[in-house]
């Protein structure tokens, strides 16, 4: 029996959702990433990290291959990228005219509009 795409685009999104795992996207945005520097650049416990890592490689985001001594982490597709670019921007314009936004996604957008 196959998912209603709205179902399969839900569950996407909701796997997308959590704070842990969308910084783990923006950081391998600049390319792969070994897993021990994960854990300092999101202040985050190491096991909750990899509960995460697990999350984002079971939907098929993220990959994970061995050298040794750790893992490696990087994106599928550049359309990840994209979509997050997407999200910054939408966020961007609905808060413009409330002053909510946050400090970080200021800068986002002040480093993509060069």
């Known amino acids: 029996m196959s998912v209603p795409l ?3 685009r839900a569950e996407f999104f909701r796997m997308l959702g959590h704070p842990v795992r969308a910084r783990v996207l923006e950081l391998l945005q600049d390319g792969p990433m070994p897993a021990r520097e994960l854990p300092a650049a999101i202040e985050v416990g190491p096991s909750s990290l990899s509960q995460q890592l697990v999350v984002l490689r079971r939907s098929g985001v993220v990959t994970s291959r061995r050298e040794r001594p750790t893992a490696v982490n990087a994106l599928t597709s ?5 979509l997050t670019g997407a999200a910054r921007r939408i966020r961007t314009r609905a808060s413009a005219g409330r002053n909510e936004l946050p400090a970080e996604l200021l800068r986002d957008a002040e480093v993509a509009a060069r």
Request: charged share 25%; no cysteine; hydrophobic share 25%.
């Open 6 to 8: 709205h179902q399969a």
């Open 78 to 82: 550049g359309d990840i990228t994209d």
